[in-house]
C-alpha cells in the first residue's frame, strides 16, 4: 500500500511521512520546504516536482496507490492579500489538476489539508463544522473553495470519500527524527518568530493586548504536531469505511492566550522572553479555538501532548537545529 503526500516535505506533511514509513510517496516543489528534509525520511518515495498530469501519471503507474494526502499550496495569509491571484491560480489548480488525475486513475480517497481560516470572523469560538464558512483572505477563500470542489465531487463520484482536516495552529516537533517547523522565508507563525527573536536576543512583538479577553492578549488552540500528523493516519483510515465529503476540526479544543503561551515557553525552557506590545493588525479575532468532538468521535482520536510537550519539543528542535 502506498499514500501520496502533496507537499510531503513541509512541516506538517515531514510529520506525516515519517509516520507512515515507506508508504509514503512524496510530490514536493520545495515552495515551502528544504531538500534536506528528505536526507530525514529515508524510507519515503520521493518526486521534486509540482503537481501536473505527467508527475502525477508516472506515480500512479509505478505505485499502488490507495488514495491522497493533499498538503501542497501557498499558506501565508499576509502574502495572499498582496497576490491573491497567484494564491488562486497556485492552490486552486494544482488541486483540480490533482483530482482530474486521480479520477482517471479511479483513486477514490483524499485527505484535503483545510484550515480554521474558513469559519472567518462571525463566530463565537468553540468554532463547530456545522458554522457557516466566510473568509478575511484570499488564503482562506481559496480554502473554502477547494472544499467545495472536493464536495461537489463527492457528488458525482459515489466511489469517492474524502475528509478536509481544518488546522487550527500546529507547533511542537520530532526533534528525535531531526523534524522541525523551518519555514522558508520570513517566520509567520507564532513558534518560529518567538524562538527566532529569544535565540537573536530580539524583542518579540505581541499585537494588541486590549482584546476582550481576560487578559487583553487573542486566544487561540495550538496542538502538537504529533497529533496533528496522528490524525491524518486516523482519518484516512475512516475512509474505508465512509463515502461523501467530511469535515472535521483538527485543535485541542481549549484556547491559550498570548501571554500564557509566553510563560509556558518561558516555564518548559527555561529561557526569558523580551516582548513588547504593539497595535493590533486587522483581521484578528478575539478568541478561536475549536470544537473537537466530532473528531473525537469518529476517528476515535485524542490529543496526548500537553503545552508543556509543545513548548519543549519546538526548543529543542531548533536548538539541535542550531
Not at 85 to 99: A, F, G, M, V
Not at 214 to 237: E, P, T, V
Request: positive net charge.
Amino acid at each position: 500500500m502506498a499514500i501520496l503526500l502533496t507537499g510531503g516535505l513541509g512541516y506538517i506533511g515531514s510529520h506525516i511521512a515519517h509516520m507512515l514509513g515507506s508508504d509514503a510517496v512524496i510530490i514536493d516543489n520545495l515552495t515551502n520546504s528544504n531538500i534536506r528534509t528528505k536526507s530525514l525520511l529515508p524510507k519515503a518515495h520521493f518526486y521534486r516536482a509540482s503537481i501536473s498530469s505527467k508527475t502525477l501519471k508516472k506515480i500512479f503507474l509505478k505505485y499502488d496507490i490507495k488514495g491522497v494526502i493533499h498538503l501542497a499550496g501557498l499558506k501565508s495569509v499576509d502574502e495572499s492579500t498582496k497576490s491573491s491571484l497567484h494564491y488562486y491560480k497556485n492552490n486552486i489548480n494544482s488541486t483540480l489538476e490533482l483530482l482530474e488525475n486521480m479520477d482517471k486513475f479511479k483513486i477514490n480517497k483524499i485527505i484535503f489539508s483545510s484550515s480554521a481560516t474558513v469559519y472567518g470572523d462571525s463566530h463565537q469560538s468553540p468554532l463547530k463544522e456545522e458554522f457557516s464558512l466566510s473568509s478575511t483572505n484570499p488564503y482562506g477563500s481559496t480554502k473554502i473553495i477547494i472544499e467545495q470542489m472536493i464536495k461537489d465531487y463527492c457528488l458525482s463520484n459515489k466511489r469517492f470519500s474524502a475528509i478536509s482536516l481544518r488546522y487550527f495552529n500546529p507547533i511542537g516537533a520530532n526533534y528525535k527524527a531531526g523534524l522541525s517547523d523551518q519555514p522558508i522565508g520570513k517566520p509567520q507563525n507564532i513558534m518560529p518568530v518567538l524562538i527566532k527573536s529569544v535565540q537573536q536576543k530580539k524583542i518579540f512583538k505581541i499585537f494588541g493586548n486590549d482584546y476582550p479577553t481576560f487578559d487583553g492578549s487573542c486566544i487561540r488552540d495550538y496542538i502538537h504536531i504529533l497529533d496533528l500528523a496522528d490524525a491524518h493516519i486516523k482519518a484516512f483510515k475512516y475512509l474505508k469505511k465512509f463515502k461523501g465529503h467530511l469535515p472535521l476540526n483538527v485543535g485541542l479544543g481549549k484556547g491559550l492566550s498570548v501571554f500564557e503561551f509566553i510563560n509556558y515557553f518561558e516555564e518548559s525552557n527555561k529561557v526569558k522572553v523580551k516582548y513588547k506590545i504593539i497595535p493590533r493588525r486587522n483581521g484578528d479575532v478575539p478568541i478561536s479555538f475549536a470544537d473537537n468532538k466530532k473528531i473525537k468521535k469518529l476517528l476515535k482520536w485524542m490529543p496526548k501532548y500537553s503545552y508543556d510537550k509543545m513548548m519543549s519539543d519546538s526548543w529543542l528542535a531548533r536548538i539541535q537545529d542550531s
